[in-house]
């Protein structure tokens, strides 16, 4: 059974940086694709950055875009989120997610999930 298990969260004021880590394990062949979601209190769960796992490439969500940086390591087994330029609208509950289907910001496309970390950008 797959396992993600996210961490790096914690709280910044407007303008700093963090970096989240998500750590796959339980699977004996890489996922297709990793991604990046964030869901803010009362909103719904949106994709913040996704990785095509074979190459390497990336996508971002145009809020994000400059600001974000997706990456996994050599084995592939974890990815990383690097966050700067943070803004007080990046806040909210950040989840990893593994195997896609579909368009990659489709929420239900995603078979497997995290438990996720908590970003919180305010002064």
């Known amino acids: 059974q797959v396992q993600l298990v996210e961490s790096g969260g914690g709280s910044v004021q407007p303008g700093g940086s963090l970096r989240l880590s998500c750590a796959r394990s339980?699977?004996?062949?890489?996922?297709?694709?990793m991604g990046w979601f964030r869901q803010a209190p009362g909103k719904e769960r949106e994709g913040v950055a996704a990785?095509?796992?074979?190459?390497?490439?990336?996508v971002y969500a145009d809020s994000v875009k400059g600001r974000f940086t997706m990456s996994q390591d050599n084995d592939k087994k974890t990815v990383y989120l690097q966050m700067n330029g943070l803004k007080p609208e990046d806040t909210g509950m950040y989840y990893c997610?593994?195997?896609?289907?579909?368009?990659?910001?489709?929420?239900?496309?995603?078979?497997?999930w995290g438990q996720g970390t908590q970003v919180t950008v305010s002064s």
């Open positions: 339980g699977d004996t062949d890489s996922p297709n694709w």
């Open positions: 997610a593994a195997q896609m289907r579909g368009v990659w910001s489709n929420v239900g496309g995603w078979r497997d």
């Open positions: 990785l095509f796992v074979r190459l390497g490439s990336t």
